[in-house]
């Protein structure tokens, strides 16, 4: 099988779980339990690892789209005998509306095949294999025309409205006309094999029912700054990452999606974190409502808990798991042959300084929503945490990219160790007697003096990655996001023109340093943003256009974009690829609003 390109890939969610169909009509990936639980479909990382196909048996011209503000996705298919259009969901819960969505999601898949001219042979094609293709499951006949599938802790109970589905080895194949103005559905359901049964949904109603979930949430959120469609679309993609049940937001929905094919850094994305969170609450607040920010604040600070000594781990599982120990599935080819592919993350056992920088910054930015007195917990949070930095502030650490390699004093680190100081200061009115904001004032300043002399390098003209480094990174675009320095300071200003001379590209993409073999998205916004701030509006708006150019035909990023064929690379859809669409807008439209 010739792997499909990573655009080629729609996003369906349940704000549970997430799948990914591709324009072959093939769903390739689906964690039916949540987000990071194992897979069913995993023919995105192997070709042995499980599918559902349903396609015409003729070739096909194709043509896509979401219904406006849900993630229900049409596809219509052009053949020589006519065209169908399927249109796929992850089903709600019939009746939820606004902020019921994925609270008590049924585990569902839909796909209607409408008959729109002539009439087209369709083929069904379905092969689970759960547990990340470890398990071939047994497949049942029943009376009623349905087939279940088991194997472990999973069954998946597959039924066709007017099909008598029939096994066929290992997998249920179909093949059936479908003439203009006739429906056929499918559902699929998920059950845990010693839970209770699974949904039953009737796939036409369950459809609508669906958009009109789907169109009742987005209806509470308005926005009403520049690229409005682009903004609401990424808010869209934003909630369908969201574990609606604790409110965290997932990276992105797949694991091990190589930054280079063939290579090994790939990396599982499916958990939330922490350092995203000041990017994620601002991307929220804008686009969303305050509702979503501080259901995504009150999971943080759940899933922090008591701050003592060991530092807070940059990353937590989707209800606040801590553990989050790496193991690889050698089972698997990985994506176009790019191995290891990984189910953990062991980031969660790194230094991160920038962590307590990202949750403050969250609370300060929103301080006047939660009140004027802080409950405990939150008081206590957040003097924590700013204890924990004055206290661990100069040390090295692994940086935002997350290196596996020796720890370094990195600029990004210590300019989030300044933010979480200077926020904590700001708001040490609100956090009782046990704030000490005359001593962070003092040590916040010393981190900004020691950043200022140590980050700066005169001979390149720029702030670098390191202290006493050489290599450019393009993580110093936050100082001006972050208010650590104006984008107008001469120094930064230099930064900023070496960053985009350097590490910039006639495509628009900015990589992250000089050896990256891709651009990588949130960067390109990171680029825009401090144009904006540096009073050069025209450029920053031509070179966001550039970039939205990146985008698939569905207006989904993955993590990166290879510089020289164009195409996606890194997990997908990626999370802070639309939080940096979104506040790049934001800074276009509001340039002096944080």
Not at 95 to 118: F, I, K, T, Y
Not at 306 to 316: D, K, N, Q, T, Y
Request: hydrophobic share 40%; net charge negative.
């Amino acid at each position: 099988m010739d792997q499909p390109a990573i655009s080629d890939y729609g996003f369906l969610s349940d704000c549970r779980s997430g799948a990914l169909v591709g324009r072959d009509g093939s769903i390739d990936w689906w964690c039916p339990d949540r987000f990071d639980s194992a897979s069913v479909f995993g023919r995105l990382l192997d070709p042995r690892a499980g599918h559902w196909r349903l396609a015409p048996l003729a070739e096909s011209r194709v043509e896509r789209a979401y219904r406006p503000d849900t993630l229900v996705l049409r596809t219509v298919h052009h053949t020589p005998e006519g065209s169908v259009a399927v249109t796929d969901a992850l089903a709600a819960e019939l009746g939820a509306r606004g902020h019921e969505l994925g609270m008590n999601s049924p585990a569902v898949l839909v796909r209607v095949v409408e008959g729109l001219s002539g009439r087209v042979r369709m083929h069904l094609d379905f092969a689970p294999r759960p547990e990340y293709g470890l398990l071939t499951p047994y497949l049942h006949e029943q009376p009623d025309g349905m087939v279940v599938a088991t194997a472990g802790p999973v069954a998946l109970h597959l039924r066709g409205t007017g099909r008598m589905l029939r096994v066929d080895g290992d997998r249920v194949t179909d093949t059936f006309e479908v003439a203009a103005g006739q429906t056929v559905g499918f559902d699929l359901a998920y059950a845990q094999v010693y839970g209770g049964p699974p949904a039953r949904l009737e796939p036409v109603h369950a459809l609508a029912e669906t958009v009109r979930a789907w169109e009742g949430y987005r209806e509470t959120h308005r926005y009403d700054g520049c690229y409005p469609d682009q903004v609401r679309h990424s808010a869209v993609v934003l909630t369908g990452l969201t574990y609606a049940r604790s409110g965290a937001v997932a990276a992105a929905l797949t694991t091990s999606l190589p930054e280079r094919v063939g290579g090994d850094r790939n990396y599982d994305y499916r958990y939330s974190w922490l350092r995203d969170f000041a990017m994620t609450m601002r991307a929220l607040w804008v686009a969303a409502c305050p509702d979503e920010a501080s259901r995504l604040f009150a999971w943080a600070a759940r899933s922090i808990g008591r701050i003592g000594a060991e530092p807070v781990p940059v990353l937590f599982g989707l209800e606040g798991e801590r553990d989050l120990s790496e193991h690889e599935c050698a089972h698997l080819r990985g994506y176009a042959g790019s191995r290891p592919v990984r189910i953990g993350n062991d980031a969660w056992r790194q230094r991160q300084l920038d962590v307590p920088g990202e949750v403050i910054s969250a609370v300060w930015r929103l301080h006047d929503y939660l009140g004027s007195t802080f409950d405990v917990e939150l008081r206590e949070m957040v003097v924590g945490l700013a204890e924990q930095v004055a206290a661990t502030w100069h040390l090295p650490d692994r940086g935002m990219w997350e290196t596996r390699d020796a720890e370094r004093h990195y600029l990004s680190s210590k300019v989030l160790c300044w933010v979480a100081l200077d926020r904590a200061v700001e708001l040490a009115p609100r956090l009782g007697e046990r704030a000490d904001p005359r001593r962070w004032a003092a040590i916040r300043d010393e981190i900004r003096t020691t950043v200022l002399r140590e980050g700066w390098n005169e001979r390149i003209g720029a702030y670098t990655g390191a202290f006493g480094s050489a290599e450019l990174d393009a993580s110093a675009l936050i100082l001006p996001v972050m208010r650590f320095l104006p984008a107008t300071d001469p120094r930064m200003r230099s930064t900023i023109d070496v960053v985009e001379r350097e590490l910039g590209t006639d495509s628009g993409l900015v990589r992250r340093w000089n050896t990256d073999p891709a651009g990588f998205v949130l960067c390109s916004f990171w680029l825009v943003e401090c144009l904006v701030l540096a009073g050069e509006e025209s450029r920053a708006r031509a070179l966001f256009d550039q970039v939205l150019g990146h985008a698939n035909d569905l207006g989904l990023f993955a993590e990166q974009i290879d510089l020289g064929t164009g195409a996606q690379l890194g997990n997908t859809p990626q999370a802070l690829s639309h939080i940096g669409l979104i506040n790049a807008a934001w800074r276009l439209t509001e340039p002096g609003t944080d």
